[in-house]
């Protein structure tokens, strides 16, 4: 029995779901809002973890093609007092694997394979409960009916509010992002001081990461407590004035930390927003959600990474019993529901020791996930 199912969203969640789906020959759509895959910038870098985001992709028999693919050295760890002092100095030794990093645009692509994308159609809409199925419609006019429909389309999903009335809130965190190029030849310091890996730098309510990509691209992110509208009266685009205001919000740090933002090329503010840690929903058939969409929690790693094997999990067991689909994904949904809500205690407890008024407590997080 062949079910119509739609995906929403182009992401690592929805990529994996159809991927795992397809090499089970069973036929599944993605749809995607951005008219390409190289429409925009594909973000940083991913640690993919052992038993989630790897073993996702062993599920949809690539993860030998991610290990070539990935960064084991990646995982290496340096964290500087504000004065530039070294604290800790971690290398990953020549055998671990736990969670290497891989560029997310290498990951889209090595998802994406022989996947059947429709680019370029955002949704506006999903109806359940239709005498066709579950509708969705278009931005572009047009609708469509499904057995399936599978919202993996991020924080600000289209498809929840079938499922939700529940939105993200503000965690009173925000970031600001950066990035440098050819940091190797550009700036031999700054890539000595890289290593690897990562530098992270923590203050009073404020931090500093800078993450090695491949090709020499390095990505700076600064995290910070304020009001949502801290920016009010600066324009975002005004590269200068966003270097100007975060040097002053970081005055005082060690030089080279601080020449991380001054050869920053362009600013990109992203305030952090989640969905309660228990976020759960009364079962519809005929949708569920994947990922962000169903718990938003704080960027610290986990998110792709239970977003992938959630997507892999929910294809296995539709493949493995497809005359009994709206059960199998209310099985989903509960399993996926416990296994969540953990994660996002662990996750939003993080962001608070991580931006916190004690940097020690940035530290002792550091010391407990990988001990020096």
Known sequence: MRHRIAVIGGGPAGLTFAR??????????????????????????????????QLALDKA??????????????????ILDMDGT?????????DERANPEIDRGQLRD?????????WGRGVTEVVPGTPDGVLVHFADGRQEAFDLVVGADGAWSRVRPALSPVTPHYTGVSSVETSLDDVDTRYPDLARLIGDGSVAVYGVNRSLVAQRNSGGHVKVYTKFRAPLDWHAGLDPADVEAMRSSLLALFDGWAAPVLDLLRHGTAFVHRPFYVLPVSHTWD???????????????????????LAMLEGAELAESIAAAPGDLD???RAFEEQMWVRAGKWAKITTAGL???????????????????PS
Do not use: C, I, K
């Open 110 to 118: 090595l998802l994406l394979g022989p996947l059947d994308v429709q």
């Open 327 to 329: 059960e199998v994904v």
């Open 20 to 53: 795992v789906l397809h090499r089970r020959d069973h036929p599944v759509t993605v749809f995607e809002r951005d008219p390409a895959p190289d429409a925009r910038p594909p973000g940083g870098t991913l640690d993919l973890h052992e038993g989630l985001g």
């Open 352 to 370: 608070e020791r991580l931006v916190s008024p004690d940097p020690a407590e940035a530290l002792a997080v550091f010391d407990q996930v990988q």
């Open 61 to 78: 028999g690539l993860l030998g093609e991610y290990q070539a693919l990935s960064r084991p050295e990646g995982q290496a760890m340096r």
């Open 283 to 305: 079962h519809v058939p005929g949708v569920t959600l994947l990922g962000d969409a169903a718990h938003l929690m704080p960027p610290l790693g986990a998110g792709a990474n």
């Open 86 to 94: 070294v604290l800790r100095d971690w290398r990953p030794g020549p």
